[in-house]
């Protein structure tokens, strides 16, 4: 089984829907929950961090760690057509040791 | 504003020869890490370092090599690059979160 698991998509969506990205893992010593987004060509970006179990909202972008199930979740709402790009999950269990991506998942938001 | 830089964005370089990729760090970050990414396989570590003078290997690192001589400076190097080392080479660097340079797209001939 590998570590994490994420769809690969492609996941497309009219403008303004409710997007929902998910990622599950194997690990229940996994504490740090980041979600990346990766537009074309270009380098990952730190959208979101979490830590161990919960809720965290950044504007439109809300992360959600539920360790029960190892499940993690990142939901966009009101998509624009400027969300389009990769979503990567990314998880740790110490700073000390790499973080476990996702193979990401594809979003495209039609205008 | 954390900011990782990468030596260059675009790299053509033919079969045989050495190549070297250098990733600068301005946050004083002791981890620092090397990926290269490609379709269908994701991000894939080469090497990683905790320290100056320190590397160690990651999932792939037949055929690389790394050095860190200064804590901001983190340079990879192919020692003699091949076909299927084609690739999206991508720097990052920090401790929990990691912050990624805007990578260096290598083809090698």
């Known amino acids: 089984q590998k570590e994490v698991e994420q769809d690969p998509g492609p996941l497309s969506v009219p403008e303004g829907a409710i997007v929902s990205l998910n990622c599950t893992y194997s690990?229940?010593?996994?504490?740090?929950f980041m979600w990346y987004r990766q537009y074309s060509r270009k380098g990952p970006e730190l959208l979101m961090y979490?830590?161990?179990?919960g809720n965290k909202e950044d504007g439109r972008f809300t992360a959600q760690v539920d360790k029960s199930s190892k499940y993690i979740s990142l939901f966009i709402r009101d998509s624009q057509p400027s969300d389009s790009a990769t979503y990567l999950c990314?998880?740790?269990?110490?700073?000390?040791?790499?973080?476990?991506f996702g193979k990401g998942t594809r979003l495209s938001v039609i205008a | 504003d954390v900011k990782v830089t990468q030596s260059s964005r675009y790299l053509v370089k033919r079969t045989g020869e050495k190549v070297f990729l250098e990733c600068v760090q301005d946050?004083?970050?002791?981890?620092m890490f090397w990926y290269r990414q490609d379709p269908g396989l994701g991000l894939r570590l080469i090497y990683f370092?905790?320290?100056?003078?320190?590397?160690e290997k990651g999932d792939i690192p037949e055929g690389y090599s790394v050095s860190r001589e200064k804590k901001e400076r983190f340079s990879l190097i192919l020692e003699s690059a091949s076909t299927n080392q084609t690739s999206m080479y991508l720097c990052?660097?920090?401790?929990?979160?990691?912050?990624f340079g805007p990578g260096t797209r290598l083809t090698v001939l």
């Open positions: 946050m004083d970050h002791e981890n």
């Open positions: 370092s905790y320290d100056v003078k320190m590397k």
């Open positions: 979490t830590y161990s179990s």
């Open positions: 690990n229940s010593a996994f504490q740090y």
């Open positions: 990052a660097s920090g401790y929990t979160e990691q912050f």
């Open positions: 990314a998880i740790n269990n110490s700073g000390n040791t790499p973080l476990v």
